[in-house]
């Protein structure tokens, strides 16, 4: 299958700093990426799609000032939490949809563990 | 909207073989499953498109109903290897998923 790398794998930031959160297509271009949010335990909360060269689709109740998602190239889509706080603290799994093939299949990335202290 | 995945949890032991259901309220247009290890990324097992479609090889495999408003993941002969949250992915139009809660798959020696 495909591969998507996302970077870093664990964040630990204070309260009020921005983190950033790189996901990269390795072996394929992807028009379209996806940000998740997931709880322990819990499902995959899509929170937005992201579009090469244009504006993120948000889901209803996520904050777009919040969660800033840039995709500028076809392999790389960048997900900022700004002003980070504790309740923003998760585990937040990026995919990519491989458009080669039926089904649009998406590939996710190894997810990235924020803790806001 | 949210599929629902039955049952929450499994618990099986080596060889024993077990079916994870997942269920719409209206007709999906594909419905993927991916199985996630703890603290890992979602592992991509397969993807089904037409009604009545049947797919997968003699240990993992999979169906769609007919009315493609329903899925089940047949797991045979299970490995502990085989452990892990197993979701289902809702595609409804476009591009996106809607992922159901999970089933927690447990194989034991």
């Known amino acids: 299958g495909a591969v998507v790398s996302q970077h870093p794998s664990w964040v630990i930031c204070k309260s009020g700093t921005s983190v950033k959160i790189e996901c990269r297509s390795l072996?394929?271009?992807?028009?379209?990426m996806f940000w998740y949010r997931q709880f322990p335990k819990q499902s995959l909360m899509l929170m937005a799609t992201?579009?090469?060269?244009?504006?993120?689709?948000?889901e209803q109740g996520v904050e777009k000032d919040k969660f800033l998602i840039n995709h500028a190239s076809l392999t790389l889509s960048t997900l900022t939490v700004t002003s980070a706080h504790p309740e923003d603290s998760s585990f937040y799994i990026c995919?990519?949809?491989?458009?080669?093939?039926?089904?649009?299949?998406?590939?996710f990335g190894a997810g990235t563990r924020l803790s806001v202290l | 909207q949210q599929p629902v995945q039955s049952p929450q949890a499994v618990i099986l032991r080596e060889g024993e073989d077990a079916v994870i259901n997942c269920s719409s309220s209206?007709?999906?247009?594909?419905v993927h499953w991916y199985r996630q290890k703890h603290g890992e990324a979602p592992v991509f097992l397969m993807i089904?498109?037409?009604?009545?479609e049947q797919k997968g090889h003699e240990k993992i495999s999979a169906s769609f109903n007919e009315k493609k408003q329903q899925s089940s993941l047949y797991l045979t002969a299970s490995q502990l290897s085989y452990s892990g949250t197993y979701f289902c992915?809702?595609?409804?139009?476009?591009?996106?998923?809607?992922f159901g809660k999970g089933t927690s798959l447990l194989v034991t020696p």
């Open positions: 995919s990519a949809r491989d458009p080669s093939g039926q089904g649009n299949i998406q590939y």
């Open positions: 072996d394929f271009q992807a028009t379209t």
């Open positions: 992201s579009n090469e060269g244009s504006k993120a689709t948000y």
């Open positions: 209206k007709a999906l247009y594909s």
């Open positions: 089904l498109l037409k009604g009545g």
């Open positions: 992915g809702a595609s409804y139009s476009g591009y996106a998923l809607n």
